[in-house]
């Protein structure tokens, strides 16, 4: 007899960043995850996580209403069902409840880890197995201070941590964001590259005076400068600068990369998760990129380790990732909720070993910070 899906339990739990997290839409003091439990009749638990940022800021879903409509909508689609057919599963979701990606993200996420746990596999082995055991890992400086972020980047650099950096623009005029990425780009030198991610506050005039600007101080990669929306400027935007486009919150799942790419669109993609709706949908996007000759990246929505985790495990299936990885969500916060960390060294982080995520959970950690 196959196990079913007993319980689904879903936490907020509130932890607080290393300091304050600028980007062009909000400025973050702390970073809310909603962890999942899931159970199934055999006892075994698969954890899950969804994060968003700032609230509503970034997009539609919040902590809040992952919570809400998880317990509401989600969980009941699955609990009495087999736990080990994941596709079933996966279906069953799409086919009851719209949008929802991160909330979807976080379940599939528990399911995978569960179904390791069940197989004694890790979450990559699931997913056909791992390319890369040793992920490159770039930091973002958005402490809002040029001065800050230069002291951040050569500390993160001496100590072998970072050797990419991404700054978060947008939130000022562009003149003055140009200002503060040509110095820090000035002060690092060959020794590091440097992107931007504009979060999509440029329109497309903007976009084509900063990216101007951007590409003669040596940027290498300019992510999302335009609304989500603007598929066609993206592509011109493309097709117009040397500096490649990396296409983020516009490209959220296979169908947005399919659109890009057939319209002409050449950069990359930044691959999340919580954007798919889990591993297995950040995969099609993934592997429809590389049939069309696009680049990817891997990206966060700053999740905590369980996110984090999960996202490498996808990550490492690829055989290539042309623009490295941004996982470094649980760098950026205070704390932790699981028992090991993940082991972050040599400019990257190591894959951890499973079963499933390979993460187990620290409960005093998690109890504290659990919102009550
Ligand atoms: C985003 O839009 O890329 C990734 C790194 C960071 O600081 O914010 C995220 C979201
Ligand atoms: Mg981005």
Not at 204 to 211: K, L
Not at 225 to 249: K, T
Not at 290 to 301: H, K
């Amino acid at each position: 007899m196959s196990s079913t899906i007993d319980t689904i339990e879903t936490l907020l739990v509130d932890l607080p960043t290393i300091r304050p997290h600028q980007l062009s839409m909000t400025t973050m003091a702390r970073q809310t995850l909603v962890v999942v439990r899931l159970r199934d009749s055999e006892g075994i638990e698969g954890l899950g996580e969804g994060t968003t940022i700032g609230g509503l800021a970034y997009g539609p879903e919040s902590p809040e209403s992952i919570k809400r409509n998880i317990d509401t909508y989600l969980a009941p689609l699955l609990i009495g069902q087999p736990a080990n057919n994941l596709n079933a599963l996966r279906t069953q979701l799409a086919r009851h409840a719209r949008g929802n990606a991160i909330a979807k993200s976080a379940l599939e996420t528990a399911l995978l880890d569960a179904q390791g746990k069940r197989l004694g596999l890790s979450m990559a082995e699931l997913l056909g197995g791992a390319q890369q055991i040793h992920l490159p890992v770039l930091w973002t400086l958005a402490s809002g201070d040029t001065a800050k972020d230069i002291d951040e980047a050569f500390q993160r650099l001496n100590d072998r941590c970072h050797c990419d950096f991404k700054l978060k623009i947008g939130a000022n005029p562009v003149a003055q964001d140009v200002a503060h990425v040509a110095a820090i780009k000035a002060a690092l030198g060959d020794r590091a590259g440097v992107r931007v991610d504009v979060n999509q506050a440029w329109d497309e005039a903007s976009a084509v005076r900063g990216i101007a600007a951007l590409q003669d101080a040596g940027i290498e990669l300019i992510e999302q400068p335009i609304p989500a929306r603007e598929h066609a400027g993206l592509i011109r935007l493309a097709n117009r600068f040397r500096v490649p486009m990396l296409a983020d919150e516009s490209v959220a799942d296979a169908r947005d990369g399919f659109d890009l790419a057939a319209g002409g669109f050449s950069g990359a993609f930044a691959l999340k998760i919580a954007k798919s709706g889990g591993l297995q949908g950040a995969l099609e996007l993934a592997h429809l990129a590389q049939t069309a000759g696009i680049g990817l990246y891997g990206g966060t929505l700053l999740e905590g380790t369980i996110g984090t985790a999960a996202s490498l495990h996808a990550w490492a299936t690829l055989p290539e990732l042309a623009w490295g990885t941004e996982m470094f969500g649980p760098l950026l916060l205070e704390d932790d909720i699981v028992a090991e960390p993940l082991a972050y060294r040599d400019f990257g982080v190591e894959l951890p070993c499973g079963p499933g995520l390979g993460v187990t959970l620290d409960e005093d950690k998690l109890a504290h910070y659990s919102r009550k």
